[in-house]
């Protein structure tokens, strides 16, 4: 049988990813899609460009931007290079039909298909380096995915684990005779300078310990030709347009200080600083980020801080000793919508079964009689304190443990529900407040699991999230509460609709529906301040926290790309707080 050439089994690979694209209907859990869009070097943007960018993020059809200028005198591969992660093929095509028109030449948009990619953190750094190399594949594409896989993985992931690198993704393009890239990110300067020496250290012992590596290293020249390399700087986007937010105006001329101690979510908190400073400048703000959420209210009631940005829901035990200093509560405010699935972004939950469970959605009171368990009755917040009520009370005859007691028949009816839950502190604290009315009590089958970078040495196999999902993957019975960055690495999962309560409509996980706050299951980024009841907030808290709740502040978050702004309605809500 005479082989096809390469050229020719790409033109016929491409058809058929083409096809199957356009024809196969959505399934329960979508995969997502991928497209770069490059400016060639020395070419100039069209108009608009980062607009759109940034519009398509916001709406949610576009769940990931990846924006870089070429930041070399010489030989760049590319002006600009940004790479678009879309939740599914269904919002590519959508974005095909709609907004594709707005990247006119001489930008080049090329869809493209994730050979490789690996992360130690989320990008939390205003001085990475990025270098993006191109090849020229001379083999199949499913050839290229095993030397991806076998050569190139191995290389980064030691690279992430000797601290220089932060994450790297390689990308085939779907196109005949298409290039692969490989975007690689490195933490600051200094990381980027030593990332040549480490790799100089992990080839011999590659070599000498992988053979796949080492295999492919024999013959990574028959595979592919080098192609260019360029160093290369993140640009952030602008903030979208929002015009049904309230614009900032100050209320006089502030002097003095303010002290924010606590979560530096994402860089936002430091640019809400230099935001604020820009319309008072006779204020010396100060921020001093803590590596966890837990300590930021105890900066309020020890007197070193103003301000406690928080990137968890603020636990009891957080809130009982500022209570016992002052005798009230702190204040909590909403600054930010928590992400859709994005790690670092204080996502949405996913509420998954196995593909083949009849079920399709679960309502909110359904979930806590699914994994909670019967109570004598619940924390609730009253005259400004944490007191316990029996009026959340319930019996063990309100406990859903059963499929047909939610409306499910056949074979599954009488089959106990088998759950599942991600435990990560803060992912913990919000299920219990926000389902479970502060109750620690869960169903008896709970099996908690966590990241596997989370699980002890040797403990993987058994609580890191992959293996749970796995689980219920195989496993009709079965019921899980995920983020879903994790769940989308799982076929053979489907993600429920979720309703806030009986009668009501159930909402889809989709970017769209956490932005706009439709999505019942999301989370919020919160600051806590000080403010006693019935008396006037601090001068200069007071008019920090309505920029950050204004247009210009709200702006900001949006820019920094992991939370979604709030929107008009629940923002007026956090506004009433200050008075």
Do not use: C
């Not at 909590?332 to 859709?340: K, R």
Request: proline residues 7%; aromatic residues 10%; hydrophobic residues 40%.
């Amino acid at each position: 049988m005479n082989a096809i050439s390469v050229s020719t089994f790409r033109k016929l690979w491409a058809i058929i990813a083409l096809l199957f694209s356009i024809s196969v209907a959505t399934p329960a859990l979508a995969e997502p899609a991928y497209v770069v869009v490059k400016l060639p070097a020395g070419a100039t943007p069209p108009a608009g460009l980062a607009q759109s960018l940034a519009s398509w993020r916001q709406s949610g059809q576009v769940s990931d931007v990846l924006w870089l200028d070429q930041d070399q005198r010489a030989e760049a591969g590319f002006e600009t290079f940004v790479a678009l992660e879309f939740p599914s093929e269904v919002h590519y095509n959508e974005w095909l039909r709609d907004g594709r028109a707005a990247l006119a030449a001489p930008l080049q948009v090329v869809p493209v298909d994730v050979l490789t990619h690996g992360e130690k953190t989320p990008r939390d750094s205003n001085r990475s380096v990025f270098k993006v190399n191109s090849y020229l594949p001379k083999t199949p594409p499913e050839r290229m995915g095993e030397y991806a896989q076998g050569y190139i993985k191995p290389l980064m992931d030691g690279q992430i684990k000797a601290g220089v690198m932060m994450r790297y993704t390689m990308y085939l393009e779907r196109i005949p005779n298409g290039q692969t890239w490989l975007v690689m990110e490195y933490r600051d300067p200094v990381a980027f300078e030593r990332s040549e020496a480490v790799k100089g250290e992990l080839r011999p012992r590659l070599l000498q310990q992988n053979k796949s590596y080492a295999a492919f290293d024999r013959i990574k020249e028959t595979l592919r030709d080098d192609g260019t390399e360029t160093v290369a700087a993140y640009a952030e986007l602008p903030p979208p347009a929002l015009p049904n937010l309230p614009g900032y105006k100050p209320d006089g001329q502030l002097t003095g200080s303010l002290r924010i101690v606590g979560s530096e979510l994402k860089n936002a908190v430091d640019q809400l600083a230099e935001g604020f400073m820009q319309f008072h400048p006779g204020v010396k703000v100060s921020t001093s980020h803590i590596p966890s959420s837990e300590g930021g209210i105890a900066g309020l009631y020890l007197g070193v801080s103003d301000v406690a940005p928080m990137g968890d829901d603020a636990k009891i035990t957080d809130m009982m000793p500022f209570f016992n200093t002052f005798g009230y509560m702190p204040t909590e405010i909403s600054v930010a919508t928590g992400g859709y699935e994005k790690r670092g972004s204080l996502f949405a939950w996913a509420i998954v079964v196995n593909k083949d469970n009849p079920l399709e959605e679960i309502t909110l009171d359904e979930l806590d009689r699914v994994f909670g368990a019967e109570r004598t009755g619940g924390w609730e917040r009253i005259n400004n304190n944490y007191l316990y009520s029996a009026k959340y009370a319930r019996g063990p005859e309100t406990n859903i443990r059963r499929w047909s007691q939610l409306g499910v028949k056949g074979d599954l009816a009488n089959k106990e529900i088998q759950t599942f839950g991600y435990v990560a502190p803060g992912f913990a604290v919000a299920i219990e407040r926000h389902l479970m009315h502060w109750s620690h009590k869960y169903n008896p089958n709970f099996r908690e699991f966590v990241e596997a970078k989370q699980a002890a040495p040797g403990s993987e196999g058994s609580v890191a999230s992959t293996v749970a999902l796995e689980q219920i993957a195989k496993d009709k019975s079965a019921i899980g509460i995920a983020a879903l960055m994790h769940v989308k690495n799982q076929p053979n999962l489907k993600v429920l609709r979720v309703s806030p309560g009986k009668g009501k409509p159930a909402v889809a996980l989709t970017p769209d529906d956490v932005a706009n706050r439709l999505y019942p299951l999301i989370r919020d980024a919160y600051f806590y301040v000080n403010k006693a009841p019935d008396r006037p907030l601090d001068p200069n808290v007071r008019e920090f926290m309505r920029f950050v709740l204004s247009r210009e502040g709200q702006e900001i978050i949006a820019r920094v790309g992991y939370y979604y702004p709030l929107s008009a309605p629940y923002l007026a809500e956090q506004r009433k707080k200050l008075d």
